[in-house]
Structures are given as C-alpha cells and as structure tokens.
C-alpha cells in the first residue's frame, strides 16, 4: 500500500516567487495536516484540513494557504517567498480529524530551498 | 508562551545499552502526546504516544513515562540498536486543536557499535 506521496521531493526558487506543494495522502484518509520543518528545529503546524475544510490554523502569515480537493489531496501555496521559508514542508494523514483516536502517518517532506 | 522543549539536544549511548530521551512541556492543558522518530531524509515516524490519564505505556522496546506534577515527559528505548540512531521529537496536543501539535526541538540519538 502506498503511504503519504508528498511532490516534488526538491524544489529550488527564488525570493518573491510563488510555489505549490502537493500530497496525497493513504488512501481511506480523510484529514490531511501541514507542517513546515526548519533545519534543526521541529515541525511546525501550518494547517488541518479534513473532509475538504480546514480544521486548523497555525500561526503562518497570510501568504501561506491551502486546499483540499474531493479525493483528499491537498495543496499548499506559498506566495511572495521569502529566504525564511526554506524549510522541509510534511504532511501528514490520518484516517479522522483528531489524532488522538487515529494514527497519523507523514510523507517524506517536499525540501523547498528560496534563494 | 507556552513550549515544548528537550533537556538534551544529544544522546550518544553504547550499543545495547537502554537510552532515556527527555522532554519538558509547559501548556498544563495538553492531554495528549506523541513521541516520533526521524531519520535523515525522512518523515517523523509514531513511535509511541500516551493520554494525560496515564502515567506510563509501553510498547515493543520503548516506554513513555508521563509527569503531569513536574510537566515533564521520558522516552526510554531498551536494548538500543543502531537502527534506532535518528533525532526523537516529542509532541504535544491540546485536545480541542484536532492535528494542531507541537513538537519540541529535538534530540539526536547516536548508538555506538
């Protein structure tokens, strides 16, 4: 069975610059979480979706945002990059909103370098 | 503000040995935690987590002790492999937040053969 897919596994752009990040999560799951991991730091919630609302919010500014669409991937758009956004973005599935009741798995992480 | 954090951002431990990795947290509401496993290039990996009405879990090789007194939270690994040489997060959850959880700094475990 697959695990989470998160693409594209590395990624190179430029200050000012837009990009999107995709992730598939296992199939059945309906939640899917967003976290960006600095280099030497630990991850740091972005958002929850699940069942294609969002559920969660971290404190990110307004040039980060996502989606999810009806087959419960999810979309994570960065706008006006920044070199501070250099980072590891995971993402995360799980089978329910809550992961106290579920196991949450993470994808390998999209490596997003700003220079 | 409220914090996740590790006492030790290393642990070099001897093969074989048992390894204790050491998590303090300060948000008196959190009533869930996890404790994940990450290897170079990868994704954080469940290893083990606890409920705040519990004290102690243990799974295969690992056990979570849980002080509420003293906010303070252990991870212990018997009979440490090499395979277990990774950085271990600890990550908390309020139970209102859904999959809001945050994850302390890290420690690098390093087992020597």
């Known amino acids: 069975d697959a695990g989470v897919t998160q693409s594209p596994t590395h990624l190179i752009k430029t200050r000012g610059q837009h990009v999107t990040l995709r992730c598939s999560p296992i199939?059945?799951?309906?939640?899917v979480s967003w976290y960006q991991q600095v280099l030497g730091q630990g991850p740091q919630f972005i958002f929850q979706?699940?069942?294609?609302?969002?559920?969660g919010r971290g404190n990110f500014p307004d040039r980060f945002s996502a989606r999810q669409f009806p087959n419960y991937s999810s979309e994570l758009n960065v706008n006006a990059l920044l070199l501070g956004d250099s980072a590891l973005y995971l993402c995360?599935?799980?089978?329910?909103?809550?992961?106290?009741?579920?196991?949450?798995?993470f994808g390998q992480g999209t490596r997003l370098t700003v220079v | 503000g409220e914090s996740v954090g590790l006492h030790l951002p290393t642990l070099s431990v001897q093969e074989g040995d048992n390894s204790i990795i050491n998590c303090a947290y300060s948000?008196?509401?959190?009533?869930?935690f996890i404790w994940y496993k990450q290897e170079s290039g990868k994704g954080p990996q469940f290893i083990i987590d606890?409920?705040?009405?519990?004290d102690k879990r243990q799974g295969q090789r690992v056990t979570v002790l849980l002080n509420k007194t003293v906010k303070h939270l252990s991870l212990q690994i018997a009979a440490t492999q090499p395979g277990d040489s990774a950085v271990y997060f600890c990550?908390?959850?309020?139970?209102?937040?859904?999959?809001?959880?945050?994850f302390g700094t890290g420690t690098s475990l390093t087992v020597i053969p």
């Open positions: 995360a599935s799980s089978l329910g909103a809550a992961w106290l009741n579920t196991e949450a798995f």
């Open positions: 199939s059945g799951h309906k939640s």
């Open positions: 979706y699940y069942e294609k609302e969002e559920r």
């Open positions: 948000n008196s509401a959190s009533d869930y």
């Open positions: 606890i409920r705040s009405n519990m």
């Open positions: 990550a908390e959850n309020m139970g209102d937040t859904g999959n809001q959880f945050y």
